[in-house]
């Protein structure tokens, strides 16, 4: 079905052939848009140059254009029902999937969509001042294109939630609204997201990991047995690759001209001449990539077991698995701290599913290390960026009560505070940031710690005006 966008909330689900479900939508609508001017983007925009989804196909599925960003059209969108989808994992396997709830997974499956609804406007308050130290109308742009899409990304959950859960779903969904990152009293369900996006250097680094978390988190949903669920995610992850796409290139740009800043002075610390220094950028990976592991939840998960078991939620690429997607006789190893040494131990692979896609994000993670330390190859320069190990300065899982450092070393409490400012991003480090973070607006024009990109945006160059400020 066609995107409507004549209708009041744009969809191709056939939200009017639905007047009970269609009217309570249009109720939760004006607090959404309520939610958006308060804790949306703080800067002031005349319109900014957006996409905007026009079909869910492969072809063709984005227009681009000015839009006044409190006019942007929000709406329900998912991607194509197949005729003959079957279950693909799970006791269930082989088996249609359910364009129902099944009463016996209602919790389940209402509490899935709520965790990953509550992440998207998460996101989008955490950035809310960004614009106000945009690098360039190239950047603020993009950061916008994020905002409008992750508000979307939780009109897909509340619509989940509106039809398939009745009361206590639209309960379920006007609390996505009252909930604020890092409200002490009503904060967000996730630790992640509750924390401070205050610089332009620590956004790119969540839309690279943070944001790659999500990726994998929709992957799984996405091979759920709840059909609908599927499709939603499905569509998202199109729009979710932008975000990564702003998080990878951002740092590529910070890293290139760290470089250009380091053969120029003749010298690592280019703090002095308005760059960031790598060691700062390294210990921002550090903090990014271990906040973001925690995400996956505990390594051994029976709630991830069980979740598998009756179809719920399912592997990252569950149909390309070379196993008969069961896994009632498989074992993995997993890496924990035993007698202490970090070592690994056998356990059941049912019991180590969210390993298991951790250990997906992880691979994928490297990707992006690869591309920065080409761009430092190709300047000249030795040092080069690393991912440090995955029970660094964990919180959660079976590294939560243990102290390891990005080397892998596992020490005393004295021996990690000792060394807690080389390894994750101290005070004087954030403050250097804040200091650079000087908005540029001038259509071409780019702040001094980042090198400009090397393509704009559909086509257009980086000296097209992206953003009309109010």
């Given at each position: 079905?066609?995107?409507?966008?004549?209708?009041?909330?744009?969809?191709?689900?056939?939200?009017?052939?639905?007047?009970?479900?269609?009217?309570a939508?249009e109720?939760?609508?004006?607090n959404?848009l309520?939610w958006?001017?308060?804790m949306?983007?703080?800067?002031p925009?005349?319109?900014?140059?957006?996409?905007?989804?026009?079909?869910?196909?492969?072809e063709?599925?984005?227009?681009f254009?000015?839009?006044?960003?409190?006019?942007?059209?929000?709406g329900?969108?998912?991607?194509?029902?197949?005729d003959?989808?079957?279950?693909a994992?799970?006791e269930?396997?082989?088996?249609?999937v359910?364009?129902?709830?099944?009463?016996?997974?209602?919790?389940?499956?209402?509490?899935?969509?709520?965790?990953?609804g509550d992440t998207?406007p998460?996101?989008?308050?955490?950035?809310?001042?960004?614009?106000?130290?945009?690098?360039?109308?190239?950047?603020?742009?993009?950061?916008?294109?994020?905002?409008?899409?992750?508000?979307?990304h939780?009109?897909?959950?509340?619509?989940?939630?509106?039809?398939y859960?009745?009361?206590?779903g639209?309960?379920?969904?006007?609390?996505?609204l009252?909930?604020?990152?890092g409200?002490?009293?009503?904060?967000?369900?996730?630790?992640?997201?509750n924390?401070?996006?205050?610089?332009?250097?620590?956004?790119?680094?969540?839309t690279?990991?943070?944001?790659r978390?999500?990726?994998?988190?929709?992957?799984?949903?996405?091979e759920?047995?709840?059909?609908?669920?599927?499709?939603?995610?499905?569509f998202?992850?199109?729009?979710?690759?932008h975000?990564?796409?702003?998080?990878?290139?951002?740092?590529?740009?910070?890293?290139?001209?760290?470089?250009?800043?380091?053969?120029?002075h003749d010298?690592?610390?280019v703090g002095?001449?308005?760059?960031?220094?790598?060691?700062v950028?390294?210990?921002y990976?550090n903090?990014?990539?271990?906040?973001s592991?925690d995400?996956?939840?505990?390594?051994?998960?029976?709630?991830?077991a069980?979740y598998?078991?009756?179809g719920?939620?399912?592997?990252w690429?569950?149909?390309?698995?070379?196993?008969d997607?069961q896994?009632t006789?498989?074992?993995?190893?997993?890496d924990?701290?035993?007698?202490g040494?970090?070592?690994?131990?056998?356990?059941?692979?049912?019991?180590?599913?969210?390993h298991?896609l951790?250990?997906?994000?992880?691979k994928?993670c490297?990707?992006g290390?690869?591309?920065?330390?080409?761009v430092?190859?190709?300047?000249?320069?030795?040092?080069?960026l690393?991912?440090?190990?995955?029970g660094?300065?964990?919180r959660?899982?079976?590294f939560?009560?243990h102290?390891?450092?990005?080397a892998?070393?596992l020490v005393?409490?004295d021996?990690?505070?000792?060394?807690?400012?080389?390894?994750?991003?101290?005070?004087?480090?954030?403050?250097?940031?804040r200091?650079?973070?000087?908005p540029?607006?001038?259509?071409g024009?780019?702040?001094?710690?980042?090198?400009?990109?090397?393509?704009?945006?559909?086509g257009k160059?980086?000296?097209?005006?992206y953003?009309?400020?109010?």
């Amino acid at each position: 079905m066609a995107i409507n966008y004549g209708e009041k909330i744009p969809n191709n689900v056939d939200l009017a052939s639905d007047r009970k479900l269609q009217r309570a939508l249009e109720s939760w609508q004006p607090n959404f848009l309520n939610w958006w001017k308060t804790m949306g983007p703080a800067l002031p925009t005349h319109d900014v140059y957006l996409r905007t989804a026009v079909d869910v196909g492969k072809e063709g599925w984005a227009q681009f254009g000015h839009v006044a960003m409190e006019e942007y059209r929000w709406g329900v969108f998912l991607a194509e029902r197949g005729d003959d989808r079957r279950i693909a994992f799970g006791e269930q396997k082989g088996e249609p999937v359910w364009q129902q709830v099944p009463g016996e997974y209602r919790a389940d499956l209402q509490r899935l969509i709520v965790i990953q609804g509550d992440t998207e406007p998460a996101s989008v308050e955490q950035q809310r001042r960004l614009g106000e130290t945009a690098p360039s109308l190239y950047d603020l742009r993009n950061l916008f294109q994020v905002n409008v899409e992750e508000g979307r990304h939780l009109w897909a959950m509340v619509y989940l939630l509106h039809a398939y859960f009745g009361r206590n779903g639209r309960e379920e969904a006007e609390a996505l609204l009252q909930r604020n990152s890092g409200d002490l009293d009503s904060p967000r369900i996730l630790g992640a997201f509750n924390e401070e996006t205050p610089d332009w250097l620590s956004f790119f680094m969540f839309t690279y990991f943070t944001d790659r978390d999500g990726k994998y988190q929709l992957g799984t949903l996405k091979e759920s047995a709840f059909d609908p669920l599927s499709r939603t995610c499905e569509f998202m992850l199109k729009e979710e690759a932008h975000h990564m796409f702003v998080g990878t290139t951002g740092i590529d740009r910070v890293v290139a001209r760290t470089a250009e800043l380091t053969r120029e002075h003749d010298t690592e610390e280019v703090g002095p001449h308005g760059g960031i220094p790598l060691d700062v950028i390294q210990r921002y990976i550090n903090f990014h990539y271990s906040v973001s592991l925690d995400l996956f939840g505990s390594e051994q998960s029976t709630n991830a077991a069980n979740y598998f078991t009756a179809g719920l939620k399912g592997r990252w690429q569950e149909e390309r698995r070379r196993d008969d997607h069961q896994l009632t006789e498989d074992t993995t190893r997993i890496d924990l701290v035993r007698d202490g040494q970090v070592t690994t131990q056998e356990v059941p692979a049912l019991l180590a599913l969210n390993h298991d896609l951790q250990t997906e994000y992880v691979k994928d993670c490297q990707s992006g290390l690869k591309r920065w330390n080409r761009v430092l190859e190709k300047a000249g320069i030795d040092r080069r960026l690393t991912l440090p190990h995955i029970g660094f300065n964990r919180r959660v899982g079976l590294f939560a009560e243990h102290h390891i450092t990005p080397a892998g070393d596992l020490v005393g409490a004295d021996v990690w505070e000792a060394g807690h400012d080389r390894w994750l991003p101290s005070a004087a480090d954030k403050e250097h940031v804040r200091s650079l973070m000087r908005p540029v607006y001038e259509p071409g024009k780019i702040a001094g710690w980042i090198a400009p990109p090397s393509n704009g945006i559909n086509g257009k160059p980086f000296e097209y005006e992206y953003v009309h400020l109010a």
